[in-house]
């Protein structure tokens, strides 16, 4: 008897750990926010980080290596990194297909209908050099320009797909757990949205359990896509208060996450 009873213990602890899993899929807590910023402009470093480090959040800056914020303060992006904060790969000059309307931007030398493959891969690991320079890390995450995958009617992911643990789209989406495209993981573009809108955007990663990623470009400026101080702020604030609730990591570390947690189903 005493034998049945310490069994069906056992079973029911198990069981209770594995419920508790369930209701908690992110790293013990109900959702997950990844906080990243595009294009290594100098508001990053003069506004993100240090409101970040007001707060003890970390996020994902996603690097162009050419840019000028990249070379001209590289020992503020190294302390950066010391200090937890993520810096991804957005390649080496941000080449996206001039063709999509609206892309006036796009100069014919960073024309991705002018790319091959093989100039699209070096120049991606090239930047990945670049970065291990700064940070010394080996494991990195990408970001596709533009949210632009292919060139032509190839994915030139695939060629660098190894190098990298994950990669970071640019169609918005909640994702479960069990749902992330590790290699093109959604996220919500800002621009200009008030702290309520994304405040509520947080709520809805609340209620549904899933993973939400914010992508930034400029932050008080320094972008045509901008997101106001205050509005950011807020935005941590809120994140901050409900820090038992959400967690809030770097893009890696939510990917290495989701791809130990895909091991085991």
Known sequence: MKTYLFKLIVLLSVLTTAISANSQPWNGK????????????????DHAVPALDSFGLKGTFYLIGGSGAVGNRI???????ADGH??????????????????????????????TIARMREEIRLTNVILKAIDGKTERTFAFPCGD???H???????VKKDFIAARGAVPGFLHVDSVHLHD???????????????????????????????FHGVGGGHNLNVGLSEHRQLLQYLKAHEKEIWVAPMIEVAKYVKARKHDW
């Open 75 to 81: 020992p503020e992006w190294r302390k950066a990194a």
């Open 153 to 159: 009617d190839t994915a030139y992911f695939d060629t």
């Open 30 to 45: 109900p959702c997950a926010v990844v906080l990243t910023y595009d294009d290594a402009i100098d508001a990053h470093l």
């Open 149 to 151: 995958e292919k060139i």
């Open 86 to 115: 993520e810096l991804g790969n957005h390649t080496g000059y941000h080449p996206c297909d001039g063709s999509v309307p609206g892309r006036s931007f796009v100069k014919p030398e960073t024309d991705l209908n002018n790319y």
């Open 185 to 215: 993981i959604n996220a919500y573009a800002v621009n200009g949205e008030s702290a309520t809108t994304l405040i509520n955007l947080v709520k809805k990663a609340q209620q549904t359990q899933t993973l939400l990623v914010f992508m």
